[in-house]
């Protein structure tokens, strides 16, 4: 399996160090990245999560909530959507086989409308919650015009025992896919949310979704968050108890199995930088037969 990470649109909300963390001159935004990937299996490509997709981009009045979209301040650019970039790795919109959703927020969602042949993974929890638009909030971040593919929704109920992973409950049969992707359940900032558990060459990848947005959260000895970072979690949270209690048990997922997880969100600059950089390292390493001055044709 190969892993690409991309960011599927920036965000720059008011706030700069109050949100990031990031030093900068007074006045200057914050940075906020939308962290998706890319997987390339042998049952075709696979997104983990779309962040914002074309129509966002050209019709984002009606598309996007005008509250969330000032709060959020997405660049809206089209060369950035995930379509657009698997395009400059050459693959066509239908070349994507399956999407696997951590929630459906509309920073999360927005470009299931571009891969309109994909099956999409999702957990039943959220998809009920989305549907109902029971709240001020959730009619604001969740937007029905981005699921015209519903019916190509695989959805999943909460998993009850049964095997697990590194202690946590997974759903390990997604329908079509291989054993090395899971949805890991994360609920707390939406009643439906999970984490993508993706099993590289290199080790287990856990895309944590908005389980938490700032890197520090994840230090196992002394967590921080910024402030900015703190209020906006709060603010959007469904369940404040167990959003916690699954940041606790992510520590502890770190503090234990970090030589055998990487755990990263969907939000954070820093992270998404580092482990671009890592994955374009990996692939442009020589393997050990090139390192030994042997090399392949097609001919070989």
């Not at 007074?26 to 990937?37: F, I, N």
């Not at 695989?154 to 590194?166: D, I, K, L, N, V």
């Not at 930088?273 to 030994?292: G, I, V």
């Amino acid at each position: 399996m190969r892993i690409h990470h991309l960011n599927c649109m920036t965000m720059c909300p008011r706030g700069g160090r109050f949100l990031d963390g990031q030093r900068r001159p007074r006045g200057v935004p914050a940075t906020l990245v939308c962290h998706c990937l890319l997987l390339e299996t042998d049952q075709g490509l696979v997104l983990v999560d779309t962040g914002f997709g074309l129509e966002d981009v050209r019709d984002p009045r009606s598309r996007l909530n005008p509250f969330l979209v000032q709060a959020c301040r997405p660049q809206l650019n089209e060369q950035v959507t995930a379509v657009r970039q698997l395009a400059r790795l050459g693959y066509k919109p239908e070349d994507v086989r399956h999407i696997v959703l951590t929630h459906l927020d509309f920073d999360h969602a927005g470009g299931l409308d571009d891969f309109p042949k994909a099956r999409v993974h999702v957990m039943a929890a959220e998809v009920d919650a989305a549907r109902a638009q029971a709240t001020w909030l959730d009619r604001r971040r969740y937007r029905p015009k981005q699921w015209s593919t519903q019916p190509h929704w695989a959805t999943y109920p909460m998993p009850r025992g049964g095997e697990s992973w590194f202690g946590f409950e997974c759903v390990r049969e997604l329908k079509g896919l291989p054993p090395d992707i899971l949805l890991v359940p994360l609920v707390g900032h939406t009643l439906g949310h999970a984490g993508v558990a993706v099993r590289s060459p290199d080790g287990w990848l856990l895309h944590a979704g908005d389980a938490y947005f700032y890197h520090e959260e994840m230090n196992p000895h002394r967590p921080r968050c910024t402030p900015g970072l703190r209020a906006y979690q709060a603010w959007m949270q469904k369940d404040g108890r167990p959003r916690k209690r699954n940041q606790e048990r992510l520590r502890e997922l770190v503090r234990l199995h970090g030589q055998q997880v990487r755990v990263f969100c969907a939000h954070d600059a820093l992270e998404f930088e580092r482990m671009e950089a890592d994955a374009r390292t990996r692939a442009e390493a020589p393997t050990a037969l090139e390192s030994e001055g042997h090399t392949w044709s097609s001919h070989s």
